[in-house]
């Protein structure tokens, strides 16, 4: 499974920012896609994820209703909606797939930076 993230830049608080992830490869077998971030000097975190088959979707206590995923199977692509930013926002945003609900992530992107400048 290959993975290709798009849509990082620079924003300022307050604003919003659309990712885009495109899967290839074995596409069929993935079961979840889920995008994590990572901030200068600290541990990668989980963001949010959506299971492919079903849309459910879990997203981490830290961005709850101002990151939304979704997903468009016919293009094996999900989307990270970031509303309402915040500087702590600030990252590289990764997307990430794994192939059985239990399964560690095991395909990462090559990640986007996000700023947000207050």
């Known amino acids: 499974v290959q993975l290709v993230e798009s849509g990082g830049g620079l924003v300022q608080a307050g604003g919003s920012l659309r990712l885009s992830c495109a899967a290839s490869?074995?596409?069929?077998?993935?079961?979840?896609m889920g995008w994590f971030r990572q901030a200068p000097g600290k541990e990668r975190e989980f963001v949010v994820q959506?299971?492919?088959?079903?849309?459910?979707?879990y997203t981490a206590d830290s961005v709850k209703g101002r990151f939304t995923i979704s997903r468009d199977n016919n293009k094996n692509t999900v989307y990270l909606q970031m509303n309402s930013l915040k500087p702590e926002d600030t990252a590289v945003y990764y997307c990430?797939?794994?192939?059985?609900?239990?399964?560690?992530?095991?395909?990462w992107g090559q990640g986007t930076q996000v700023t947000v400048s207050s």
């Open positions: 490869g074995r596409t069929l077998d993935i079961y979840n």
């Open positions: 990430a797939a794994r192939l059985g609900r239990f399964s560690p992530y095991n395909y």
């Open positions: 959506v299971a492919l088959s079903g849309g459910s979707t």
